[in-house]
């Protein structure tokens, strides 16, 4: 069983600048609720409850969203917008959170780093928030994810297939399929160009990861802008053991940009509608 949840959140979130000057992106909502909500949402259906967030300066709306605000709740208990609590009240009762920062922005790979302390010596998932996914005809992608992991036992990357020319704003990954949907990876390649991607296949911000990461990204220099990348990590892993890369079932919508943003909005705004 994965208990742990770690969620990378201390990017600036320049894309939608002006308004992640004071607010931290991961807090930008798809109708009501925060796009860190939804990727906590995820987590817990896939059954972990600790979620462990990365946060940095800037970034405390995030641990006040996930605690209690006595003055809100005094102000609306007995009105008719009580409900609206609901969810996040749930979540809260049903999960721990645990929070640290990272100090320097020095990538993804050094953001799961800094979380080390929060996980332990366990496998557990990673989500980027911004990396909204949905599964509407069953079980959504972390759960998914789990699954291959309970039979495989190591990390697990969920990947995409991409346009041949969007291949650089990604992990890429190459390999060997072991199942319709499974490669055993021997290649992975942070942001390519176009013309060295091996494959169309793309990394989106999901993951599993068995703890040893940790010390293979203690060994991992500087990759792609001078950043830890976590692809890089993942490689040594591959070579050294087992990495599979999963083609999820769903779709996932990149919310890190403004069409990708609005596209959730309009997608969403749809299914909760078709869905009342
Ligand atoms: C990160 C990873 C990249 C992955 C992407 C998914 O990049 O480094 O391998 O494909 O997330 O969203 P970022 O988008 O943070 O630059």
Do not use: W
């Not at 462990?52 to 102000?75: N, P």
């Not at 800094?114 to 366990?122: A, I, P, Q, T, Y």
């Not at 040594?236 to 990495?243: E, R």
């Amino acid at each position: 069983m994965i208990q742990t949840c770690l969620f990378p959140a201390a990017g600036y979130g320049t894309r939608f600048l002006p308004a992640t000057k004071s607010l931290p992106k991961e807090m930008l909502p798809i109708l009501t609720k925060p796009l860190i909500h939804y990727g906590v949402d995820e987590a817990r259906e896939a059954g972990m409850s600790n979620m462990a967030f990365v946060t940095g300066r800037g970034k405390r709306a995030l641990e006040d969203y996930f605690d209690i605000s006595y003055e809100l709740e005094h102000q609306i208990s007995g009105t008719n917008k009580e409900y609206m609590l609901n969810d996040i009240r749930q979540l809260m009762d049903q999960c721990t959170f645990t929070f640290t920062r990272q100090m320097h922005m020095r990538g993804l790979g050094d953001a799961i780093y800094s979380g080390k302390r929060l996980v332990g010596d366990e496998a557990f998932g990673v989500i980027l928030a911004d990396d909204l996914c949905i599964n509407e005809d069953g079980e959504n992608v972390m759960s998914q994810m789990v699954k291959i992991y309970e039979k495989y036992r190591c990390s697990i990357v969920a990947v995409m297939e991409v346009s041949k020319d969007s291949v650089s704003s990604y992990g890429v990954v190459d390999g060997r399929f072991i199942e319709d949907d499974l490669i055993m990876v021997n290649d992975m390649i942070e942001k390519p160009d176009p013309s060295d991607a091996p494959t169309n296949l793309a990394i989106i911000g999901r993951y599993i990861l068995t703890p040893d990461i940790f010390e293979i990204i203690e060994n991992t220099n500087p990759g792609k802008n001078g950043e830890i990348q976590i692809t890089d990590a993942l490689l040594k892993q591959a070579q050294n053991g087992m990495v599979l890369a999963y083609k999820f079932k769903g779709r996932r919508f990149d919310c890190g940009s403004v069409s990708g943003f609005v596209e959730a909005t309009n997608f969403f705004y749809e299914y909760e509608n078709g869905r009342k």
